[in-house]
């Protein structure tokens, strides 16, 4: 019989690449795909300031409504902008990672559950013994409403907005990710 | 701030913590300030799993999946079992993905220097979906013990590597399965970081003979309770 003990999670150890990218997946977006075109990139840092080379990112966020690609979600409309919201990187040797993708719209109906634009984020490297979850906000966004950034810290809220700005015409927005140490990312629980 | 070690963000009793000195790597990695709880919005019940469905067929076997029509060398092994939520129903048409060394304890991977043979027709990663129940089956060959440079003399336990979604963000789970009656899980830090004896029974699949097929390849039943709270969506009223 199956025990209901829920399964533990264990390290991605470092040899997870050819699974994890056996297609990229670090362009979530088409020529098709509804939205402004973003990109966003950053590298990973451990808690003595140095570059991870073996972490990955996922990351999963709604489309440029607002809506979540799955049964769960009540907004999602008749209307199918065929953008799936996940994408996946690894860093490289200088614990780089990066995703083209489109602008998140709020998610939430009403005004006062209304969330501000965000990518919810998965953590997995060598040395994590389960992913760590953070997400990203976007720093030319009105994010002083949103619910779930006023549970952060004031001092601690920049660690989860990204920094806008242009490169080439096109914006792009820069979150670093701190494992451990003064400027530690903030990580969610949802216990 | 001075917050204590962030220990797990899941239930300590079941999750490993974060900071796991036996594991070497952990020390510089573990978050040293405490996880910022928050409700599950939609963005936490929702989530990529659903949608993940591309697989084929020849991708659950890993023994002629390199292309080479070659199979690969080993002891073949059947890993099946059933995919459950956190109330025991079952979890259909769900990504598995699994990674692993060959059978001398080799990765096809750049980085791993151990003085083992590679195995040209093992290329060590596969994928299946659940069925209607919540099954599924992969067919593999055990892989090898490995060493590794964490502390003197340490050698991984054999181990399949395994990656699933879920229903929901926050059912996200990797973990590594180990084989019943392996003398090298007393001795490794990553199985024992998990914190109990009954935790750690999670990660050992059982040998079943009735999955074993005469002849052919030796069974190993290898369950997954994916955990997270399962209400239905948007019900609460502090989300949605």
């Known amino acids: 019989m199956t025990s209901r003990l829920p399964t533990p999670s264990q390290t991605v150890g470092p040899f997870f690449h ?5 297609e990229p997946m670090d362009v979530l977006v088409t ?10 990139e950053g590298r990973v840092y451990d808690g003595a300031g140095e570059p991870i080379d073996d972490a990955a990112i996922e ?5 440029d409504a607002g809506r979540y690609r799955h049964p769960a979600d009540l907004m999602t409309s008749a ?3 065929g953008f799936l919201g996940f994408g996946r990187s690894a860093t490289d040797e200088t614990g780089a990672y990066w995703f083209e993708t489109i602008k998140p719209g709020r998610v939430g109906r009403n005004p006062e559950d209304a969330q501000s634009p965000h990518l919810s984020l998965h953590v997995f490297a060598r040395g994590l013994l389960d992913s760590l979850v953070t997400r990203l906000y976007f720093g030319d966004e009105d994010n002083s ?3 779930v950034l006023k549970r952060v810290p004031e001092g601690r809220r920049s660690t989860v907005i990204a920094t806008p700005s242009e490169r080439d015409g096109r914006r792009v927005y820069v979150f670093d990710i701190v494992l451990q140490g003064d400027n530690e990312t903030v990580f969610f629980c949802t216990r | 701030m001075s917050d204590p070690g962030a220990g797990s963000r899941r239930d300590p009793a079941v999750f490993p913590p974060y900071l796991y000195e036996g594991y070497r790597a952990t020390i510089l990695r573990a978050p040293s300030k405490r996880f910022v709880e928050i409700p599950e919005t939609p963005s936490e019940v929702t989530g990529p799993g659903p949608a993940l469905s591309e697989v084929m067929a020849e991708d659950a076997d890993l023994t002629r999946n390199a292309g080479t029509e070659g199979e690969a060398m080993g002891e073949r092994i059947i890993v099946t079992g059933r995919v459950l939520d956190a109330n025991g129903d079952p979890v259909p048409h769900t990504l598995i993905d699994i990674w692993q060394a060959n059978s001398a304890g080799r990765y096809r991977h750049r980085r791993d220097q151990h003085h083992a043979p590679l195995d040209p027709n093992f290329l060590g990663m596969g994928r299946c979906l659940t069925d209607e129940d919540g099954a599924y089956r992969l067919l593999t060959i055990r ?3 490995y060493p590794w440079p964490n502390h003197e003399n340490a050698w991984r336990p054999a181990h399949i590597h395994f990656s ?4 929901r963000f926050t059912t996200r789970l990797v973990t590594q399965m180990y084989f019943p009656g392996d003398p090298l899980h007393d001795l490794d830090p990553i199985f024992n970081s998990v914190p109990t004896d009954a935790a750690r029974a999670r990660l050992v699949a059982e040998y079943a003979h009735d999955v074993t097929e005469p002849l052919w390849a030796l069974g190993y039943r290898f369950d997954f309770v994916l955990a997270g709270r399962h209400g239905t969506p948007f019900e609460d009223g502090d989300h949605a």
């Open chain 1, 59 to 63: 990351i999963w966020q709604a489309d």
């Open chain 1, 145 to 147: 409403l949103d619910a």
């Open chain 2, 143 to 145: 892989p090898g013990a």
């Open chain 1, 31 to 40: 020529d098709q795909t509804p939205g402004e075109r973003i990109r966003v």
């Open chain 2, 164 to 167: 699933l979604f879920g229903p």
């Open chain 1, 79 to 81: 209307t199918d902008d």
């Open chain 1, 18 to 22: 050819d699974c994890f990218l056996r």
